[in-house]
């Protein structure tokens, strides 16, 4: 399987699995990882994911065998599409999605990291989007990561095709912490505990409004964070937990 699934409790791991091509973002990888989000899409009893790859690359970019202009089975466009859809597709999760990060991710996979709402990374993980060098500019990498990072940091990947290690890309904000290789996997999977167990349908509602306010003018903002937390307090759910910690505090 291009994508295995692993679940335990409310969090769900997916894992890139094509490490003899260092999980490359093949066509056939792509439509693996978007069926496997779309599934969790739609599970409420997933509360967070966790996304890693193989072997010792997290991702290293889409299949370059597949832009061979004029080469059989090849489309450009195709593939940009669905990757496109993809990279859509995990802000528009009402989960989390945690990206943990060891060995390479660059270009697509550097998006990749770039769409995903949280990441943790080893010390040795470097993030590039180095189409560059190769004569090709990361043009659609560059809508995630330049959303997700200092933007001066991204175009100089950009144009130099240089990597950025795990501290550097922490700086720039295109990751949250870095972990010791060995911890990766329980720091990832702390993490995604500590968000399963807050309540769901809260995390759906403002995940949503945070992506959405980012790209609103600041009055608009406003109003797409108002009408979110309005529709927050009227859950019951909701109602329940601020009426417990306001008995709480009069006791």
């Known amino acids: 399987m291009l994508v295995e699934d692993h679940r335990e409790g409310a969090v769900l791991a997916l894992t890139l699995n094509d490490p003899a091509r260092l999980n490359v973002l093949s066509s056939a990888m792509i439509a693996a990882l978007q069926e496997a989000l779309l599934e969790a899409q739609s599970d409420t009893s997933v509360r967070s994911i966790l996304l890693t790859g193989s072997g010792k690359a997290f991702c290293a970019g889409h299949d370059l065998s597949e832009l061979k202009a004029g080469e059989e089975g090849s489309n450009a466009e195709a593939l940009f599409s669905a990757c496109r859809d993809l990279?859509?597709?995990?802000?528009?999760?009402?989960?989390?999605?945690?990206?943990?990060?060891?060995?390479?991710?660059?270009?697509?996979?550097?998006?990749?990291?770039?769409?995903?709402?949280?990441?943790?990374?080893?010390?040795?993980?470097?993030?590039?989007?180095?189409?560059?060098?190769?004569?090709?500019?990361?043009?659609?990498?560059?809508?995630?990561?330049?959303?997700?990072?200092?933007?001066?940091?991204?175009?100089?990947?950009?144009?130099?095709?240089?990597?950025?290690?795990?501290?550097?890309?922490?700086?720039?904000?295109?990751?949250?912490?870095?972990?010791?290789?060995?911890?990766?996997?329980?720091?990832?999977?702390?993490?995604?505990?500590?968000?399963?167990?807050?309540?769901?349908?809260?995390?759906?509602?403002?995940?949503?409004?945070?992506?959405?306010q980012l790209q609103a003018p600041l009055e608009a903002a406003y109003a797409i964070g108002q009408n979110a937390i309005l529709e927050n307090l009227s859950l019951s759910a909701t109602q329940e937990k601020i009426a417990a910690f306001a008995a709480k505090r009069k006791q």
Not at 147 to 159: K, S
């Open 87 to 212: 990279m859509l597709t995990l802000p528009a999760m009402p989960q989390p999605v945690i990206a943990l990060v060891h060995g390479v991710a660059t270009a697509a996979g550097c998006q990749l990291v770039a769409a995903c709402d949280l990441a943790i990374a080893t010390p040795k993980a470097k993030f590039g989007l180095n189409g560059i060098d190769v004569g090709l500019f990361c043009s659609t990498p560059m809508v995630a990561a330049s959303r997700a990072m200092m933007p001066r940091t991204c175009f100089e990947l950009l144009v130099s095709g240089d990597f950025l290690n795990a501290e550097d890309a922490k700086a720039a904000g295109l990751i949250n912490t870095v972990v010791p290789e060995d911890r990766l996997l329980t720091e990832g999977r702390a993490l995604a505990n500590r968000i399963a167990e807050k309540e769901p349908i809260a995390i759906a509602l403002g995940k949503k409004a945070f992506y959405q």
